[in-house]
């Protein structure tokens, strides 16, 4: 199957994404020695733009990465990818921006004083679209068995590194049963997030999603429904240690990622939610666009 285009940036060199463009020493191929995050766009203005860069900082930190550019200097080449992939494809659409920072190449050897300098790498594609048969039936989930969730102790799940092995297999494991997505569990047994989002349950008209020492990633969407969202529509959302046990005292079930915001979950394995026009999830759904509209309008610096 061809490859759509993609847009691809490579320390400031506009290319295609299938042209080679990093060295084979590069430590974030051989050995996931990088950092990354993803973006938005709402109504054509990248959304939440410094939550996001905080957060790459904050990873950067933990993994010792230093991080040579400006934060102004990395959005104007966003922007100009961005204007890129709009000129090569006249798409006008939203899209979604991925920006990857290795610690750059070096002899080979783990020692991180053999990397010479890092590099950045910025994708431009289309924002993935949730299609309505989804909307209408929700995310079919199924539990990992065969593995669980890396703890905070070894590979913090809260650093969005480039080794995202741990999710591959469990995810692999989930559709290989017939699932969409997967629930990963801790070492504890306690319900953990999705291969890539974070998880929320609606019990009794309140919100409720699991601790961050659980294991997770601190998702933006997840901490402006927290803090924003949830509350702005009249809805409590707290967290709380769940587990496969809770999930029949539940009454929905979504998923919050930034490419795709609030996604309704209608099973985890043999588990059922409510999905539909009268639900929790589709008002917060409605209260996110509500946010996001309005930040667009508030940041018109960051159309691109």
Not at 116 to 142: I, K, M, Y
Not at 143 to 165: D, F, H, M, S
Request: proline share 5%.
């Amino acid at each position: 199957m061809p490859v759509p285009f993609i847009q691809a940036n490579t320390n400031g060199r506009l290319h295609a994404a299938t042209e080679p463009s990093v060295t084979p020493l590069n430590r974030g191929f051989l050995y996931g020695d990088a950092i990354y995050e993803v973006w938005r766009t709402y109504h054509g203005v990248v959304f939440a733009w410094d939550e996001h860069y905080d957060r790459l900082e904050r990873s950067a930190g933990a993994l010792h990465l230093s991080l040579p550019w400006a934060r102004a200097a990395i959005f104007m080449e966003v922007a100009r990818t961005v204007a890129a992939y709009r000129e090569a494809t006249r798409f006008l659409g939203e899209v979604y921006v991925r920006l990857q920072v290795s610690r750059g190449g070096g002899l080979i050897g783990l020692d991180v004083a053999l990397a010479d300098q890092a590099d950045f790498v910025v994708l431009v594609q289309p924002c993935p679209e949730n299609s309505a048969e989804v909307t209408q039936r929700g995310l079919r989930l199924a539990v990992a068995t065969g593995l669980r969730r890396n703890p905070i102790e070894t590979l913090n799940p809260a650093w969005k590194t480039g080794n995202y092995l741990n999710n591959i297999l469990c995810l692999r494991e989930a559709r290989a049963g017939g699932a969409d997505d997967v629930l990963m569990l801790n070492l504890r047994g306690e319900i953990t997030e999705a291969a890539t989002s974070n998880i929320a349950f609606v019990r009794d008209g309140a919100v409720l999603t699991p601790r961050l020492e659980a294991g997770i990633l601190g998702g933006i969407t997840r901490g402006l429904m927290l803090g924003q969202v949830a509350p702005g529509a009249g809805v409590s959302a707290s967290e709380a240690t769940l587990c496969p046990a809770d999930l029949d005292r539940m009454s929905e079930c979504f998923l919050m990622s930034t490419t795709k915001d609030i996604v309704p979950v209608g099973s985890i394995d043999q588990v059922g939610f409510a999905v539909g026009p009268d639900t929790v999830t589709v008002r917060l759904k409605a209260a996110f666009a509500d946010y996001a509209r309005g930040a667009a309008a508030a940041h018109p610096e960051r159309r691109v």
